[in-house]
């Protein structure tokens, strides 16, 4: 393990956090939709299938928020892993600029 190097390419990690922020976007604008249409569609449900709907629906959201928050927490972690690793290759090159050798 000692002798195999992690290559990072801090822009593509970048990218990858972006486009990752963006689709939390894009879900989260289908999910809305979604639920017009089912709150749309709801009056139409009655007596225990609406109860089920409803049901649903509430789970539904739940999972959604918790769907949301880790994509974005991952999103947010990829970001500050690039920052890092970009500011750990600033620091080494400067690091071996200063090298009297």
Known sequence: ????????????????????????????????????????AEPGWIGESAKALSEVMTRWE??????????GGLSFHMATAGTAFSANEGHSAQALSLDPR
């Open 1 to 40: 393990m000692a002798a195999e190097f992690l290559r990072v390419d801090p822009a593509a990690v970048a990218s990858g956090s972006t486009h990752l922020e963006a689709s939390v976007g894009e879900v989260a604008i289908n999910f809305i939709v979604h639920e017009d249409q089912l709150a749309d």
């Open 62 to 71: 739940t999972r959604h928020a918790e769907h949301k928050r880790a994509v």
